[in-house]
């Protein structure tokens, strides 16, 4: 299991049980229609795209102590329902597609891809992004924050927002801990 799927997977399981990285969408994102909108789900797909160049530019010049980054990635599963799942983002190719890992932790009956495989993706398929900044803080994760207030039922609870994992923005292109 390498390192930053695991940070994301022991923060996940700290709010309770059942869940997991990939996920059913009920609401509207890149992928397609929804027969259900949500609209807390919907703004955070939203500023999980809008922040991504942020996100990338942070990749490309990384500074010490930033682990896990990570891409969500929107598909349609085999069932035919909107899914995503985080990848780990390895390199940017030189058509500016992403080379991502699927997580040695992936459940491989929830996803068409086998854990280890790696997967090249267009960035317009990502619809959310997250890595851990060097004090242990998730950076970005807006969609992953609003699944752990669900599953934590934090939303109201300004102690323990987002199942008590710190989170923050990224908010400019070479903020490395505000």
Request: proline share 7%; hydrophobic share 35%; with cysteine.
């Amino acid at each position: 299991m390498r390192p930053n799927s695991l940070a994301i997977l022991l923060a996940i399981l700290a709010i309770g049980p059942g869940t997991g990285l990939v996920g059913c969408e009920e609401s509207a994102s890149r992928s397609g229609p929804a027969s259900i909108s949500d609209p807390r789900m919907d703004a955070a797909v939203a500023r999980g795209t809008s922040t991504f160049p942020l996100f990338l530019n942070a990749f490309r010049n990384q500074h010490p102590g930033w682990t896990g980054f990570q891409v969500r990635y929107a598909l349609t599963n085999d069932a035919g329902f909107r899914d995503s799942i985080w990848l780990d983002l390895q390199s940017i190719n030189d058509k500016a597609k992403l080379v991502t890992l699927v997580p040695e932790d992936e459940d491989e009956r929830t996803s068409r891809f086998e854990p280890g495989s790696e997967v090249v993706i267009d960035p317009s398929d990502v619809t959310d992004w997250l890595f851990i900044d060097e004090h242990g803080t998730f950076v970005g994760g807006y969609t992953l924050r609003v699944t752990m207030d669900r599953i934590g039922n934090t939303s109201g609870d300004r102690d323990n927002v987002h199942g008590g994992i710190p989170f923050r923005d990224l908010d400019g292109p070479e903020s490395p801990s505000d």
